[in-house]
């Protein structure tokens, strides 16, 4: 089983970057995924999530209207789109998968994680 988070990087106040999570090893449309984000000294946060087949999203009110994500089960991709972007978004994001999740927000609702991607707004 593998997930590997990649797209993060260096952006200006106000920039776009967009994530993506590419998966293996599982049945990808079985399971939902999830973003979450670390920050230096502080708790992982739950940013966004998405049902198995896309039709339902949940977002932290921190980026609703400012981030998207979306999924191609075809490609076993999550995407996350990121606009708008602020110093305080600046985080490692990490993708993750579970098949008992329900609004998203539990990390232990998730069975499997990948590596972080930095992203880095900078002011």
């Known amino acids: 089983v593998q997930l590997q988070a990649y797209g993060g990087g260096l952006v200006q106040t106000g920039g776009s970057l967009r994530l993506s999570c590419a998966a293996s090893?599982?049945?990808?449309?079985?399971?939902?995924i999830g973003w979450f984000r670390q920050a230096p000294g502080k708790e992982r946060e739950f940013v966004t999530a998405?049902?198995?087949?896309?039709?339902?999203?949940f977002y932290s009110d921190s980026v609703k209207g400012r981030f998207a994500i979306s999924r191609d089960n075809a490609k076993n991709t999550v995407y996350l789109q990121m606009d708008s972007l602020k110093p305080e978004d600046t985080a490692l994001y990490y993708c993750?998968?579970?098949?008992?999740?329900?609004?998203?927000?539990?990390?232990?609702?998730?069975?499997?994680w990948g590596q972080g991607t930095q992203v880095t707004v900078s002011s």
């Open positions: 993750a998968a579970g098949s008992s999740v329900i609004d998203g927000q539990t990390p232990s609702r998730y069975d499997y």
């Open positions: 090893g599982f049945t990808f449309e079985d399971y939902a």
């Open positions: 998405i049902s198995r087949y896309g039709g339902n999203t």
